[in-house]
């Protein structure tokens, strides 16, 4: 196995800098070492005046849009993002056809010909797929797909889930002990404030943030952690946008009827 020694840099680690040397064994860090220990490898890399990170984890990202994985890995890795961790599924919403599981082997199939550094994915479920979810959840689970996202809105676009179906998924995504995750937003606000908009010639990019107002937000996550509360489900809460919602996750986790509470913000919000 090749060794490389990353040498003479400030190792950024755990909330510490430090002048350290790096040995790196195939593609594993062993062991961290004073600056100047003479240990052999393959490779040397000079970092003099330079600063050492781990690699950062973008858990939360969309190539399905305007790019593919392959631009998607390289943007991320000029970032310093190392391992890239999107949402993927049988969306028609974003142009794709057949069905969850071959949309996952797609994908799959895709980023190891094209992505140059690590990925996972989170499996997206939208109301087109809800049949297959029984016998393709436990399969993906099988495959190392452990995390998967719904939605409470979008109904338009054929992604939003009644609450009986959330149920559903809740108890499949419980029994295999993955973890789900929600755009949680009260789709009849969103729809009715919408139109409202485009009547009234509303339409500029900045009415936007009047038609999704935060009790919408707030309301669609205090319903999501109910219905998880009654499945024993663990939940994921991807960007989340105002206080509102946030007091509401603080108290379910006060209650603590939610096995698993994980909220994520943004850094545009």
């Known amino acids: 196995m090749s060794t490389t020694l990353i040498t003479n840099g400030i190792v950024v680690d755990a909330g510490t800098m430090r002048p350290l040397d790096i040995l ?26 330079r600063y050492v990170l781990p690699g950062i984890i973008d858990a939360h990202n969309h190539p399905v849009y305007a790019d ?26 974003w142009g794709k056809q057949g069905g969850l599981v071959q949309a996952i082997d797609d994908f799959i199939r895709e980023g190891e010909t094209g992505s140059c550094i690590d990925f996972g994915l989170h499996c997206t479920l939208t109301a087109n797929v809800m049949e297959e979810a029984d016998e393709a959840i436990p399969e993906l689970v099988a495959r190392g797909v452990i995390s998967f996202k719904a939605f409470t809105s979008y109904r338009k676009r054929g992604m939003k889930l009644e609450d009986d179906q959330i149920l559903h998924l809740m108890e499949l995504v419980a029994r295999e002990k993955a973890l789900l995750a929600f755009h949680a937003e009260n789709d009849a606000i969103l729809e009715y404030l919408e139109a409202k ?8 990019p900045r009415d936007y943030p009047a038609t999704h107002p935060n009790i919408s937000e707030a309301e669609a996550i205090f319903r999501v952690l109910s219905l998880a509360s009654v499945a024993g489900c663990n939940i994921y809460l991807p960007h989340v946008t105002c206080k509102e919602s946030l007091e509401a996750i603080r108290l379910f986790r006060k209650w603590g009827t939610v096995p698993t509470l994980f909220a994520e913000t943004c850094p545009h919000y």
């Open 197 to 204: 908009a485009v009547a009234e010639g509303r339409e500029h």
């Open 68 to 93: 593919r994985i392959d631009r998607l890995s390289r943007a991320a890795l000029s970032g310093g993002v190392t391992t890239v961790i999107p949402y993927i599924g049988a969306v028609a919403a």
């Open 24 to 49: 790196i064994s195939g593609e594993r860090v062993e062991s961290l070492l004073p600056r100047g220990s003479e240990v052999r490898a393959d490779r040397v890399i000079d970092a003099s005046g």
